[in-house]
C-alpha cells in the first residue's frame, strides 16, 4: 500500500492475534515482531523485536477473559514501547473489558473504567483507538484522544444483505434504544423496546415489550452478549408475544458464565457477532453463532490516525 510507510509498526498482544493478522493484510504490512513470554512465577515480559525509536505504534490488544492477565499484558506492552522510544502509542482496544463498571451506583463500590482508563494512560499510550465501549461518555474517563469505532456498520450491513421481511428491530433494554432506533431507521424495520429487570450480574427477567412483534420477525440489538440473560429473556418474551424469526447482532461476544447454556435452549435462528473478541470452541458448537470482522474498519482507523486524517468520516465511506 503506498500511503503507509516505514514509520508505521503494528503489534500484537496475545488476546485477538487473528484480528490483528487481518488488520495487517488489510494494511498490506507484516505484524511487528515481539515476544510475548511468561516466567515460571506467573509474571510476563514483552520483548519488541523491532526497533520502534520515533515510530508511530500501535498495539492491538482486547482486554477480554482472562481479563486482568490481558490488561496487565497491554499495560507492559505500552511500558515497553514508551521506553524504547516510539513516537506515538495508540492502545487500539477492540474489546475493553471492565467498561461497565463506569459509575457508582451503591455505596462503596469502584469506577473500575476509570481505572482502568488511568492505567492505560499512565502505562505509556497517546492515544486510544476502540469500538463500541458500552457507554459514549466513558471516551471522557480517558484524558487522551479516544477515536470510537462501532460494529454498528458491518452489523447492520450484513442483516441488510439479508433482506429481513416484516422485520421489528428490538431493543432489549431501554438503554439501548438509540442503537436500535438507528439499526430500524438502516434496515427499513419498525421499532420495539423490551422493559428488562436486572435481578442479579447473571439473571435478567424481560417484563414487557413495548411495539408490535406479533407475526414479525425479530432483529435484537445489543453492544455485548456477556451472560446473554438480556437477549433470553427478550428472546423468549418476544417469542410468547408470537414473533416468528429472531435474530440477533451483537459488537461482543463475550459469553461469559452460562451464557451458552442458556443460548442453547432459545428460540433463537442466529447470533451475528464481531471478532473484537474470539470466538470459543465451546461458541462455535452452539452452531447458529455467526463471526463478522472489523478488520477493514479498524485497519482503516489505523491508516487514517496514522496520515492524521478524519476517523469520523469513515463512518460516512463504508
Ligand atoms: C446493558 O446495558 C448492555 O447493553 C447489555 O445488554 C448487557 O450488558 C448484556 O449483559 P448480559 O448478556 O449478561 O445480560
Known sequence: MQFLNENLKIFSG????ALASAVCKYLEIPVGGARIEKFPD??????????????DCFVIQST??????????????????????ARRITAVIPYFGYARQDRKDEGRVPITAKLVANLITTAGADRVLAIDLHTRQLQGFFDIPVDHLTGELVLSRYFRHKKID????VSPDVGNIKIAARYASHLGGDLAIVHKKRISGSKVEA???????????ILMCDDIIATA?????????????GAKKIFIGATHGVFAGEALKNLA???????????????????????????????????EAIKRIHRDESVSSLFNSM
Open 14 to 17: 496475545s488476546s485477538n492475534v
Open 166 to 169: 416484516t422485520l421489528t428491530v
Open 207 to 217: 417484563q414487557e415489550i413495548i411495539g408490535e412483534v406479533k407475526e414479525r420477525n
Open 265 to 299: 435452549g432459545q428460540p433463537i435462528d442466529e447470533i451475528v457477532v464481531t471478532d473484537t473478541i474470539p470466538l470459543t470452541e465451546e461458541a462455535k458448537k452452539l452452531g447458529c453463532v455467526n463471526v463478522l470482522t472489523v478488520s477493514s474498519m479498524v485497519g
Open 229 to 241: 440473560g438480556t437477549v433470553c429473556s427478550a428472546a423468549s418474551l418476544a417469542k410468547k408475544r
Open 42 to 55: 506467573g509474571e510476563k515480559v514483552v520483548r519488541v523485536e523491532d526497533d520502534v525509536r520515533g515510530k
Open 64 to 85: 477480554c477473559r482472562p481479563v486482568d492477565e490481558h490488561l496487565i499484558e497491554l499495560l507492559i506492552y505500552l511500558d515497553c514501547l514508551r521506553r524504547a522510544s
